[in-house]
Nanobody, 124 residues
Framework: QVQLVESGGGLVQAGGSLRLSCAAS????????MGWFRQAPGKEREFVAG????????SYADGVKGRFTISRENAKNTVHLQMDSLKPEDTAVYYC?????????????????WGQGTQVTVSS
């Protein structure tokens, strides 16, 4: 079992920045692929970013490349999502997720564990 707790969401103006964090407990954190997803009202949950077990390999959705950065600190059982140049269309509930294996997957069904989500609202 892996428990995930997100933090860092909030209200920010367009062009601003937020840093989300996800604290993990339970099974060995460094054995898990970690991902960030988001879900806006009326839309499906979508992949935002993912990182390999070591953090040496990352993957991003096209809409956030160059603006968002995922990182992990295995010694602290934490993964972060630095979000810069935020846009109103980034408004959503952001979820942290974990999965076993070696590949960063982009589909929600590939992930075994989820946090409760944190709201990010970007005003225009």
């Amino acid at each position: 079992q892996v428990q995930l707790v997100e933090s860092g969401g909030g209200l920010v103006q367009a062009g601003g920045s937020l840093r989300l964090s996800c604290a993990a407990s339970g099974r060995s954190f460094s054995n898990n692929i970690m991902g960030w997803f988001r879900q806006a009202p009326g839309k499906e949950r979508e992949f935002v970013a993912g990182t390999s077990r070591s953090g040496g390999s990352t993957s991003y959705a096209d809409g956030v490349k160059g603006r968002f950065t995922i990182s992990r600190e295995n010694a602290k059982n934490t993964v972060h999502l630095q979000m810069d140049s935020l846009k109103p269309e980034d408004t959503a509930v952001y979820y942290c997720a974990a999965k076993a294996g070696l590949i960063v997957a982009t589909t929600p069904k590939s992930y075994d564990y989820w946090g409760q989500g944190t709201q990010v609202t970007v005003s225009s």
